[in-house]
Nanobody
Framework: QVQLVESGGGLVQAGGSLRLSCAAS????????MGWFRQAPGKEREFVAA????????SYAGSVKGRFTIPRDAAKNTVYLQMNSLQPEDTAVYYC?????????????????WGQGTQVTVSS
C-alpha cells in the first residue's frame, strides 16, 4: 500500500499561481505513475495531469495544458502540480493519485491510492 500526503492548496486571485505537493510513502517501488485529479462542487472527479515515474512522460487535460506542469522528484517520491494563470473555473478539491500499473492514464483503473484532497479556490 502507498500513502499519499498532499499540501499546498489555498485561496488565490485569478491570474495567480499555486504549487501543490504530494509525498508518497510505503510501497513506492510499485509506482507506474503519479498524477492529479480534481473535483468541483456538483461535478465528477476529472483528470488534470500525470507523469510516468521511470520515463517522466507527462499528460495534461486540455483545460490546463500550457498553464499547469507536473514535475517530480523521484528521490523524494514527491510529485508537484505547478498551477499558473489560475482561473475561477480551476476551483476544486485536488487529489493526488498513485498508479500501480500501465493503463490509459486519464482514467482511474490503474490507481490504487488517493491523497486526502486539498482545496484550491480561485477568486475573480
Amino acid at each position: 500500500q502507498v500513502q499519499l500526503v498532499e499540501s499546498g492548496g489555498g485561496l488565490v486571485q485569478a491570474g495567480g499561481s499555486l504549487r501543490l505537493s504530494c509525498a508518497a510513502s510505503g510501497r513506492t517501488f510499485s509506482t507506474y505513475a503519479m498524477g492529479w485529479f480534481r473535483q468541483a462542487p456538483g461535478k465528477e472527479r476529472e483528470f488534470v495531469a500525470a507523469i510516468t515515474w521511470s520515463g517522466g512522460t507527462t499528460s495534461y487535460a486540455g483545460s490546463v495544458k500550457g498553464r499547469f506542469t507536473i514535475p517530480r522528484d523521484a528521490a523524494k517520491n514527491t510529485v508537484y502540480l505547478q498551477m499558473n494563470s489560475l482561473q475561477p473555473e480551476d476551483t476544486a478539491v485536488y487529489y493526488c493519485a498513485h498508479y500501480y500499473r500501465a493503463v490509459t492514464i486519464t482514467n482511474t483503473r490503474g490507481i490504487d491510492s488517493w491523497g486526502q484532497g486539498t482545496q484550491v479556490t480561485v477568486s475573480s
